[in-house]
C-alpha cells in the first residue's frame, strides 16, 4: 500500500492538470480546424472540389504555372502527396501536368479556362467561410499572424 503525503497528492494532481483536454493548444488547433473543414466541404462541395484541391487552386490563382515542387513548397505537401490530388484535379478539366521541357523530371501544372473561370464561383465561398467565423475582419487578421508566427516558430524548431 502507497501512502502519498499531501505535498506528493498536490503534485499528482498538478503533473495530472497538465494533460487536460481542452487546455492544449494543438487540441484547440485540431478541433479548429475540423470545424473549418466541415464549413469548407459544404461550401466546396458546389464547387466540385475538396478543400485540399481548394488550396492548389488559390496556389495557382496566385501563380499560374508552377512547378509540383512549388506548390508543395506553398502547401507544405511532398509530391508524393500532391500528384494523385493534381491527376485527380487534371482529370476533371480545372489544370494541366506539362513536363518541363529543359528537365522532364519536372511537372509544370496550369490552370485551364475552367480552373480559371472557378475563381470568380470561388469568392462566395470566402466571404460565406468569413460570415461563419463570426469574427470581425481585424480579429481575423490577429489570428492568422499570430498562427503564422506560430507555424513558423513550430517549423523552425522541429529539427
Same mark, same amino acid.
Given at each position: 500500500m502507497v501512502i502519498m503525503t499531501t505535498q506528493n497528492k498536490t503534485l499528482l494532481e498538478d503533473q495530472n492538470s497538465l494533460l487536460v483536454l481542452d487546455d492544449q493548444l494543438c487540441f484547440a488547433l485540431y478541433s479548429t480546424m475540423l470545424g473549418m473543414n466541415k464549413v469548407y466541404r459544404n461550401l466546396l462541395k458546389k464547387l466540385g472540389i475538396t478543400y485540399s484541391q481548394f488550396l492548389v487552386m488559390m496556389t495557382l490563382w496566385e501563380h499560374d504555372s508552377l512547378s509540383v515542387s512549388e506548390i508543395g513548397g506553398r502547401l507544405f505537401l511532398d509530391s508524393a502527396t500532391l500528384t494523385p490530388l493534381l491527376k485527380r484535379m487534371e482529370s476533371q478539366g480545372l489544370l494541366l501536368r506539362i513536363r518541363a521541357i529543359n528537365d522532364e523530371r519536372n511537372v509544370i501544372i496550369s490552370l485551364t479556362e475552367q480552373g480559371r473561370d472557378l475563381k470568380q464561383r470561388a469568392i462566395? !465561398?470566402? $466571404?460565406? !467561410?468569413?460570415?461563419?467565423?463570426?469574427?470581425?475582419?481585424?480579429?481575423?487578421?490577429?489570428?492568422? $499572424?499570430?498562427?503564422?508566427?506560430l507555424r513558423n516558430n513550430l517549423f523552425k524548431n522541429s529539427i
Open positions: 462566395e !465561398v470566402r $466571404d460565406r !467561410v468569413f460570415c461563419a467565423t463570426e469574427c470581425t475582419p481585424q480579429e481575423l487578421t490577429n489570428m492568422r $499572424d499570430s498562427l503564422i508566427l
